[in-house]
């Protein structure tokens, strides 16, 4: 690369994900139906304290593959938000939307107990 060229990073690209008016009941029932993608958002919540997390962090033991289609059905029902930044995409759960829209969700979200099963042995940090 020339020396006289600058490098400009670009901001990472935030998922396509529905308003807080567009948050659909039954699609969020839908996908808190499913453990795996509760379990995903529990870890969040807790773990993460609501943070911004890689995807590869939450320590769910299934494929990679797997976990793409939970993050997405969990971005699409509204309840995360993802930025793809190169090859890393980072998740965090949308709190304050889901609150304005549906009071009180997260806290049973948080107060479930995520069976072991479910889980990695060792949990990245």
């Known amino acids: 690369m020339p020396a006289n060229v600058e490098v400009v990073p670009t901001a990472p690209e935030r998922l396509p994900q529905p308003t807080v008016a ?9 996908a808190l139906s499913d453990p ?6 529990h870890r969040y ?3 993460a304290a609501g943070g911004t997390r890689s995807c590869g962090w939450v320590g769910v033991d299934r494929p ?6 939970h993050f ?7 309840l995360l938000e993802q930025h793809q ?8 759960v949308r709190v304050d939307e ?3 829209r549906f009071p009180g969700l997260l806290d049973l ?3 479930w107990e995520v069976p072991s099963a479910l889980m990695r042995a060792e949990v990245p940090a």
């Not at 567009?22 to 839908?30: F, H, K, N, Q, T």
């Open 45 to 47: 919540l807790v773990d």
């Open 64 to 69: 990679k593959s797997t976990l793409t289609h």
């Open 109 to 111: 979200v948080v107060a």
């Open 85 to 92: 930044e190169g090859l890393t995409r980072s998740s965090r």
């Open 22 to 30: 567009e948050m659909d009941l039954p699609a969020v029932l839908d």
């Open 36 to 41: 795996i993608r509760l379990a995903i958002l």
């Open 72 to 78: 997405r059905v969990l971005r699409e029902a509204g």
């Open 98 to 100: 889901v609150e304005q």
